[in-house]
């Protein structure tokens, strides 16, 4: 099992940065790759990004490409993602994954999940 815990959402006004971060603990010596989903209200949870926990491989749809940057310190077992440009469509709910399986692109196949943080986008 990997526990995962998010922090640093919160409101930010349109066109400001924001950095969240997750911190994993448990079998994280199992993992081949965490990333960042977002479901917004009345939407499927999204892709933001992914990365490869033994490579630099690092994976954004356009929606969020040259705006958003996935990293990771596997020595503190964190994942981090520096957001900016944000617009109010970036408001949701975030959500840290993990998956042992290989690199994570669907969220119907995700092992493991934070609870979620807030980011509100103000216009």
């Known amino acids: 099992q990997v526990q995962l815990v998010e922090s640093g959402g919160g409101l930010v006004q349109a066109g400001g940065s924001l950095a969240l971060s997750c911190t994993a603990s448990?079998?994280?010596?199992?993992?081949?790759?965490m990333g960042w989903f977002r479901q917004a209200p009345g939407k499927e949870r999204e892709l933001l990004a992914v990365?490869?926990?033994?490579?630099?491989?690092?994976y954004y749809p356009d929606s969020v490409k040259g705006r958003f940057t996935i990293s990771k310190d596997k020595a503190k077992n964190t994942l981090y993602l520096q957001m900016s440009s944000l617009k109010p469509d970036d408001t949701g709910v975030y959500y840290c994954a993990a998956d042992p399986k290989g690199l994570l692109y669907d969220s119907d196949y995700v092992d493991f999940w934070g609870q979620g943080i807030q980011v509100t986008v103000s216009s």
């Open positions: 448990g079998r994280t010596t199992s993992l081949e790759s």
């Open positions: 990365i490869s926990w033994n490579s630099d491989y690092t």
